[in-house]
């Protein structure tokens, strides 16, 4: 998963290669793996993959691209064509153009948003959750066979309705604009699915829940139900989730009243309950409001757990 483990801690704790003097004097770029398009999610590494290119396992690195592909190549020898280590890629359909309407800093510089946010493996079922953002403005989610790149599952839309507001509702005539940017996290057997919100457009971040065995969907959560902004980006960072199966989010700008459970600029503990997801805890900066006006998002990172507590900023 992204930064290696549900925590985001980024630690390989049986690392036994790298250390000072090896990453002083041998580390270095080995050499270029092809793709359709700028990569923006993190790549992943599965060690001692079956596939028909490998039967025995071999290592292996899988990416996703913004025209919508996901590549999986071998990850420890040196490509002597565009795809000789090629394990498996598969396209998930024409990816949404890009254009101003939702773009307007140019934050890509990529003519295509396909797949933004970085997918997730479980080797227990040998899958990978990916969602591509397709030019009809809707947004898919997929399951992969992690060991040819087939659609085992899916695609499903993403669509649900929280406070009387549906997910498809937008001020543009034809197209949604929220951005899947959060990488995706497993978790407990429930695959969560996060989104940004517009301030332009008047949409808010939203948190969709699927059970990840069958892509059904579970719940669906909202931080400013009814209202604007409260958009779950965090950088590309996923939701993190402790081992009693809590999940820990941050909110960007956004209007913040716990009382009508509006939580903007928040750091945010989730528990699923009884096919619901309940606030089991919150912290919010007091100059929320400051960074609300001035556009200072809290949630543009993402959470970090340790044992006993959770590091969060923006």
């Known amino acids: 998963t992204q930064h290696n483990d549900n925590q985001r801690s980024g630690r390989n704790t049986q690392e036994m290669v790298l250390n000072h003097q090896t990453v002083g004097t041998r580390f270095g770029k080995l050499w270029t793996l092809y793709s359709d398009a700028k990569v923006m999610a993190q790549p992943l590494y ?20 913004m025209k919508g592909t996901v590549y999986a190549y071998m990850a420890d020898q040196k ?4 795809s000789d280590t090629l394990v498996w890629a598969r396209y998930l359909g024409e990816p949404r153009k ?19 946010s970085t997918p997730v493996i479980d080797r227990a079922s040998s899958s990978l959750y990916a969602v591509a953002w397709n030019d009809d403005g809707q947004y898919r989610l997929y399951n992969l066979d992690l060991n040819s790149g087939n659609v085992k599952q899916g695609p499903v839309i993403i ?18 604009v929220r951005k899947q940017r959060a990488a995706l996290l497993l978790a407990n057997g429930a695959l969560y699915v996060a989104f940004g919100g517009d301030k332009a457009e008047g949409s808010a971040g939203w948190l969709f829940v699927y ?12 931080p400013t139900p009814a209202r604007r902004n409260g958009g779950i980006w965090q950088g590309g960072q996923g939701p993190a989730a402790d081992s009693e199966g809590n999940v820990y989010l941050q909110t960007g700008d956004g209007d913040f009243d716990a009382g009508r459970q509006l939580y903007g600029n928040s750091l945010l503990k989730l528990r699923l309950t009884n096919e619901d997801l309940v606030i089991a805890d919150y912290f919010t900066p007091c100059n ?3 960074l609300d006006r001035c556009d200072l998002d809290y949630g543009s990172s993402g959470p970090l757990l340790f044992n006993d507590f959770v590091v969060g900023g923006g």
């Open 98 to 116: 890009g254009d101003t309407d939702f773009d307007t800093w140019a934050t890509t510089d990529d003519p295509w948003w396909g797949i933004l």
């Open 211 to 222: 059970e990840a065995a069958t892509l059904t969907l579970k719940t669906v959560w909202c």
């Open 288 to 290: 929320q409001l400051f």
């Open 46 to 65: 599965v060690s001692g993959l079956k596939s028909a290119r490998c039967p025995a396992g071999c290592n292996t690195v899988i990416f996703a691209s």
């Open 159 to 176: 669509q649900g309705a929280v406070a009387g507001r549906n997910f498809a509702e937008h001020r543009k005539s034809w197209k949604q």
């Open 79 to 82: 490509p002597s064509t565009a």
